[in-house]
């Protein structure tokens, strides 16, 4: 069964700094890409950043590049998204998500992130 389960979120202030993890089990994660989304109160999903499978190349949404960085550890079977110079409008529930093929995607619960001073 895969289960994907994202810790790590929490209260930052503006400028900040916060290391978002997900544990994932079922599956070998670095066989299959991986990407965070993140969802804002009255807001649609925003996609932040792919790592794709293999060699694990990155992309990042406009909005984050620069100060996001996704990366996986395959020993640990961990994805983790390291968010630097956190402004408010990072504000979201992000979450973690495999791909499924064919456009599909599985998510997990999220974790809360609140920038605010």
């Known amino acids: 069964e895969v289960q994907l389960v994202e810790s790590g979120g929490g209260l930052v202030q503006p400028g900040g700094s916060l290391r978002v993890s997900c544990a994932a089990s079922g599956f070998t994660i670095g066989n299959y890409a991986m990407r965070w989304v993140r969802q804002a109160p009255g807001k649609g999903p925003e996609w932040v950043s792919v790592?794709?499978?293999?060699?694990?190349?990155?992309y990042y949404a406009d909005s984050v590049k620069g100060r996001f960085t996704c990366s996986r550890d395959n020993a640990k079977n961990m994805l983790y998204l390291q968010m630097n110079s956190l402004k408010p409008e990072d504000t979201a529930v992000y979450y973690c998500?495999?791909?499924?093929?064919?456009?599909?995607?599985?998510r997990g619960q999220g974790t809360q992130v609140t920038v605010s001073s």
């Open positions: 998500e495999k791909s499924e093929g064919g456009g599909r995607w599985s």
């Open positions: 790592i794709n499978s293999g060699g694990g190349s990155t």
